[in-house]
Structure formats: C-alpha cells, structure tokens
C-alpha cells in the first residue's frame, strides 16, 4: 500500500489537463519557469549563427528546434558551448542481454512497453548463461529456460517526458554504463527495467496510474522473467520526470527501495510555475501538493538517495529546494551541464557505481562499497 497522503478524486484531478508543448534543454521534457520561448526558424538561425562565427556548434540544435521550445539561457549555453561535458567511453565493453516485450496493464488501461538489461553473465554470483530466448509480446517468456538476474537487486528505471522505456539504452546506454561498471570496475551487479510510463509525471490519476503499474505489474512482471525476485532488492533510477517519478515512488512506498538516484528531477516549487511550464504535469494545485516531492521528502528516510543536476539545468532552483528537504546524508552532486542527454550520460557511471554500492549489501559475498568511477 502506498503511504502517500490520501487524495481525493476531486482532488487528483478528474477532467483532462489543458494541452501544451514544452520542453526543457532535452526534447521533450518539462519547461522550467519563466522560460524564453523561440520559434524553430528562430533556433535554426541561432544554429547557423554558432556556426558562422565559430562559437560553438548546436549539436542537437536541430533535435531541439523540432520541439519549439527553449529556455532562453539553455539556447545560450548551447550556442556557448556550456552544455558540453566530457562523455564516458564504452569501446569494448561487453553489455549484458537485454530483453523486450509489452504487456497489458489495467492500472493504465493500455498496452506498456517494457526493456530489461540484465548485466554481463559473469557479474552473477554464480556462473549464470544466458539463453537464446526473449520475452514474448504477451509478457511471458518464449522459452521456459530461467534468464539470468533471479539472485540480482532489481533497479527500476523511470523515463523522462516524451520518452518511453527503449530511451534509456538506446540514447542514455544505460545497459553499456551497468556492463562497465561490473566487468571494469569491479560493482555488484543487477538488472535494470524500464517501462513506458506516458507523460502524467508517474503520479496516479484518473485513468492512468503508472506508479501503480512498476508496483503491482511491472515488477512482478520481472520477478517471473528472471529479473529479481521477491527475495532481492529493489531501487529506482530516474532522469528528469523520471527523476521526480523515483523520488515520488520512494515516497509513496517508503522501505520499497533500497536506493534511490535522481538525474536532473523535473522539480517545480510551485503549482503555477508548474503549470506555466507543462499543463499536462497536475490537474490542479490540490494534486500538485499532493504529490509535491520536496514537501514530502522526509518520508525518504533511511533510504540512499543520490540527485545530480548540472549547473545550467532550470530545474537547478527546484533541486536545490529539494536538496535542503531531503534527508541527511543524502547526495546532492551539482557540476557542468544542462537538462539534456549529454549531461545524464555523462553521470550514468557515477549513478550506477552509486546503485551498485548500495544494493550490495543484499547480495550475498558482495562487500557495501561504491567502485570508484
């Protein structure tokens, strides 16, 4: 049962949001307040003008302009050349197996989407080999033979705005950052699963509960395609809405995670700022403060928690709101960067040695120490 202060319908929101579009530096994801609004033509000229003058090139300024909206400094700072950050290095690494298929969920009342990476074979303790079998579109295993990831902490992954559950691997290379880790550096291996969670910011409404779907489906889901088990922990790694999504389900079921790690959470300080930016994330104030994360932040003690922001991030006021509310101990990593995918695949190493550190502890013969990364 999630602990979360109880909220009403009425409360939650029954009719449908108003539609908008809006996006931070990352396609897609949530505007933060008061942000400077640039048409298409008006990024791509930006673009042209970076090139010709030799500041820096956009990158994925185009990506961007296709969204329509910017905040107006992270437009800068691309120009600029301040949302450049080193990228980590995965030229020989050997990823684990990853695993796909979909299932129908009565909690969203839709089909979800699902990825799960298991971690290189020879990080398992024991020798596990992983078959030549996949999940099938149904949800259940083609083959009867076990997959590997049965012992191993279950880490549940929770997308960003606009993104669903192949994003993680295929642009974030989640799966690539896990096999470093274990096989390079030593960290106790575990599985990762993602699941398409849509754009409500993982809170339930009328409708469409994606929190109520990893908790109830989606990793039980896993538990029977060997990927954890009831027996194992559990943790939680989100970016951007994502981010606010693992904060908020630590919250909502506090003792349910073993770790937590929030890459850029989409955190606003207020309703109306929050509406401003993306009506889609609360049906009303009444459910903004229900499920406001830095208010709440103090039911996320004793659990691990890890938050990176960059320093040119818009959410960058919101994080350091939630960093005063969140328990001690907490980490709180701010450095270079902005709201978009460089910055969190730059921090996707750290996250997952900080994972790995924390979840050891349930793994039997692994000692409680994050690698060094």
Known sequence: MSSRRDVSPDARGMGESAAGTSATGEPGEALAPQA??????????????????????????????????????????????????????????????????????????????????????????????????????????????????????????????????????????????????????????????????????????????????????????????????????????????????????????????SAIVAASPAIWTTYSQARGANPEAYSSATQFRAYDAVSHARALAGTPIRVDCGADDPFLPGVQALERALPPGSEVVYGKGCHDNGFWRSRAPADMAFLAGHLASHLAGWPRTSPAI
């Open 36 to 257: 400077a609004r640039f048409s298409r033509r008006r990024l791509i000229r930006l673009g042209a003008l970076a090139s010709v003058t030799g500041i820096a090139a956009l990158g994925a300024g185009v990506e961007l302009a296709e969204h329509g909206v910017l905040p107006g400094k992270v437009v800068l700072d691309y120009v600029s050349g301040g949302c450049s950050v080193p990228q980590p290095a995965y030229a020989g690494v050997r990823p684990g197996r990853l695993v796909s298929g979909s299932f129908w969920s009565r909690f969203r009342n839709r089909r979800v989407g699902y990825v799960i990476a298991y971690p290189p074979p020879r990080g398992a303790p024991s020798d596990h080999r992983a078959p030549n079998s996949q999940a099938s579109p149904a949800g259940a295993p083609s083959r009867t033979a076990q997959l590997p990831g049965a012992e191993l902490p279950l880490v549940l992954v929770l997308h960003g705005y606009g993104r669903n559950a192949e994003f993680a691997f295929s642009d974030l290379h989640l799966d690539l950052a896990l096999a470093q880790a274990v096989e390079e550096h030593g960290a106790a291996p575990f599985v990762l699963a993602a699941a398409d969670g849509g754009n409500g910011y993982w809170h339930p409404a009328p409708g469409d509960d994606p929190q109520g779907m990893l908790v109830h489906e989606f990793v039980p889901l896993c538990h029977r395609l060997g990927a954890g088990s009831p027996a194992t922990a559990l943790g939680a790694y989100g970016w951007s809405m994502g981010g606010y999504g693992s904060l908020l389900l630590g919250e909502d079921y506090p003792h349910l995670l």
